[in-house]
């Protein structure tokens, strides 16, 4: 069960922190976790993990391909291990490793891709990802996460020691909007509805769920009711509430921090198409490269605002 | 003169371990013989001297590990894992059968006693380095063996896995490189030249020994060697041919994968079973 905040205001504490506390709380009981990093452990906020657990924490150099191998190796030996490197270099960098070392492999493995599109800020187009899940989606039985803030991820991270497969969740490491309020539990797998409305569903994730939420409330000063549904996990997709939605609201919007091409909106739309097609629009990156700048500049130069979130849901409702 | 005999009977093992790969690629009329032959003998060492395996229980997690990199060499594998007693002989039928038990490539979840995936190359290092470590830190004594061929070299993680094993000092840790020499365009030294391999090795800080990969004198010797080394990972370049001991792929440079006749495979068969006789007459003497 879930709680959302009733105002949105920066979270106290950083996603980074989220992840470094809830796995170490998950070390200190099972001696199977191992965390594995390469050369990024002090932007991963790990190094309390690294400094509690020596035995348990493999620095890999920059070497992700190794990184992501050794990992299989591990969980062949029944560790849980979670690797961790920034977004493109724990996903289009390793793509084989963990397609076939990994998932082809049947092993069981975590990756962290962190600082996903825009987040990633001033370290620029090379280190954007737009595409991490879209490259990692075709692999037959990946789990893709993305969650929207640190109550979030706790919850979901703490999950993930007693499942079995590749698990790859990409997360901003500093700051974000508090969405949920403490103790708020997530099923992967099961999308959050976190605004109920008639007209028109907001489908998205990650640093999107804030905008849509804010878009939302625009929309209701406009007589527009919309739903919002955080999908924080992108595979496997709640077919059953996205086609819940498309019925209730005749009408969908994605939004993502991702290339629209092969992203949460393909995702959605596959599920929609399939069962129950109506009007879509798709609001994310179009198709372009990272670049720098602040993440303020970048969510303006790609559109993910919730000023167009809302158009976006207009123009879904004109089409139907 | 204690291990020489059991030197001959691992020989003679390595003999009968070469006539069920070359009858289970037989069964398929085409495969990847050339590197499938040029590993028969360490995996005769492996399988029937060094490894602590039972095959009953092929999950066992104290076991010894086998990470084949070169997968492509899956044939011999299944052939010293069906003498093993892993699964019934019968089961060599199965190579590159849809819906089979022996794909081309050496597959974990296919086959009982294959330990790990392989297939694209390059990737048989890390998940060997990983198992070596989740085996210490848990506290088990097992040692995990990879064979990757010179040609394999080419690919960059290999690098990245021999650099990580020496900083990490695993040294429950064995690498066979099969320098056999070639690879699938032809001659490694014309497609990329892979230098001097042992000096490379040595350089990144490894336990490096360099063997006439067919000599399995010389073979029990490295492995004890190599399995008595503390505190860094161990290395062993086995000069190998590729084809070695079947009759239409030994000298030729194109067979990395074959076609062959019914009456190729007939007369290298009947060659094999020659080898194997004379190894187990020799095992008499």
Known sequence: MFKIKSELKKAEVPMRDAYCNTLMQMAEKDERIVALDADLISSSGMKPFFAKFPERAIQCGIAEANMIGIAAGLSLTGKVPFAHSFGPFASRRVCDQIFISAAYANLNIRILGSDPGVTAAYNGGTHMPFEDMGVLRSIPGITLIEPCDPVAVADIVSQLSDVYGVYY???????????????????IGKGNLLRNGTDVTIIASGIMVAESLKAAAALEADGVSARVVDLFTWKPIDTELIVDCAEKTGAIVTAENHNIFGGLGSAVAEAVTQNCPVPMEFVGVTDRFGQVGTEDFLRAEYGLTAENVAAAAKRAIERK | MERSIRARELTAFAEEIRVETLKTLGYAGFGHIGGAMSIVEVVAALYGEFMRIDPSRPDWPDRDKLVLSKGHAGPTLYAVLALKGYFPRMMLRELNVGGGHLPSHVDRNKTPGIDMTAGSLGQGISAAIGIAMGDRMSGRDSRTYVIVGDGELDEGQNWEGF???????????????????????????????????????????????????????????????????????????????????????????????????????EEAMKAANERLEAARRALAE
């Not at chain 1, 490491?173 to 949920?180: C, M, N, P, T």
């Not at chain 2, 503390?230 to 030994?250: M, N, Q, R, W, Y």
Request: charged share 20%.
């Open chain 2, 163 to 265: 650099m990580f094993a020496y900083a990490h000092k695993i040294d429950n840790l064995v690498c066979f490189v099969d320098k056999n020499l070639q690879q699938l365009d032809g001659y490694t030294k014309d497609v990329l030249d892979t230098g001097d391999i042992a000096a490379k090795l040595k350089a990144f800080g490894w336990y490096t020994q360099e063997i006439d990969g067919h000599d399995m004198g010389a073979i029990i010797k490295a492995i004890k060697s190599a399995n008595s080394t503390k505190g860094v990972p161990s290395a062993i370049v086995l000069d190998t041919k590729k084809g070695h001991g079947c009759t239409f792929a030994e000298g030729v440079l194109s067979n990395h994968h074959m076609n062959f006749t019914p009456e190729q495979m």
């Open chain 1, 169 to 187: 969740m990409r997360m901003a490491r500093k700051s974000s909007i508090a969405v949920y309020e403490p103790g708020s539990t997530f099923e």
